[in-house]
């Protein structure tokens, strides 16, 4: 059974930082991309970024709204995802999930979720 | 970035009923739609992907058809289970796939 984990949410300060991690089971997770969704209390659902596997060099990518602030990275040896977020906004607040692809090459068809971490920025 | 325009944002059904709810993009987006179902509380969950094909272990009374700039998602013959917020998501207009604003079906 595929399981995604997140841990690391929490209150922080506008400016401040915050570390999330996914930890994965259940599935061949280096073969697979790997994303971040998160939606705002009440509001609908945003994508932030994703993570490709080891043949396509981990590249990652990220909506305009977090480029240049947040970062994902992965430690395919642990089974693990990680979004470091830096320079939080207020706006930033939401439950982020971890989320992964359904195919192997990639296709943004979202097939698991874990159950997701808040994170409330907020002074 | 291409918007997507769900409607109704909000319905109320009874069980049993057909159920209809509609995506369309800004501009078309081929067949490169999915839709997921949401209950209170809990993660999204994908229901059809590429417009029309079913994810593996959900019921047959979910349908999903369309290409280009319009979409339809259908349930058809409402169960208790199913009162959920549903959202469409595209992903033709990359990086960034976006999701519609939801429909959230009611007990009538």
């Known amino acids: 059974e595929v399981q995604l984990v997140e841990s690391g949410g929490g209150l922080v300060k506008p400016g401040g930082s915050l570390r999330l991690s996914c930890a994965a089971s259940?599935?061949?997770?280096?073969?697979?991309?790997m994303d971040w969704v998160r939606q705002a209390p009440g509001k609908g659902l945003e994508w932030v970024g994703r993570?490709?596997?080891?043949?396509?060099?981990?590249?990652?990518e990220y909506a305009a709204s977090v480029k240049g602030r947040f970062s994902i990275s992965r430690d395919d040896s642990k089974n693990s995802l990680h979004l470091q977020m830096n320079s939080l906004k207020t706006e930033d607040s939401a439950v982020y999930y971890c989320?992964?692809?359904?195919?192997?090459?990639?296709?943004?068809?979202?097939?698991?979720w874990g159950q997701g971490t808040l994170v409330t920025v907020s002074s | 970035d291409i918007q997507m325009t769900q409607s109704p944002s909000s319905l109320s059904a009874s069980v049993g009923d057909r159920v209809t709810i509609t995506c369309q993009a800004s501009?078309?987006?081929?067949?490169?739609l999915n839709w997921y179902q949401q209950k209170p509380g809990k993660a999204p969950k994908l229901l059809i992907y590429?417009?029309?094909n079913l994810e593996k272990g959900v019921p047959s009374r979910f349908s999903g058809g369309g290409s280009g700039t319009d979409f339809t998602f259908i349930i058809s013959g409402l169960q208790p289970e199913d009162f959920a917020t549903y959202y469409c998501?595209?992903?033709?207009?990359?990086?960034?796939?976006?999701f519609g604003g939801g429909t959230k079906v009611e007990i009538k």
């Open positions: 989320v992964r692809e359904k195919s192997e090459g990639g296709s943004y068809n979202f097939d698991s």
């Open positions: 259940g599935f061949t997770f280096s073969d697979h991309y």
């Open positions: 993570s490709r596997h080891k043949d396509l060099n981990y590249i990652t």
């Open positions: 501009q078309g987006i081929r067949n490169y």
């Open positions: 590429d417009a029309s």
């Open positions: 998501q595209q992903y033709d207009n990359l990086p960034a796939p976006t």
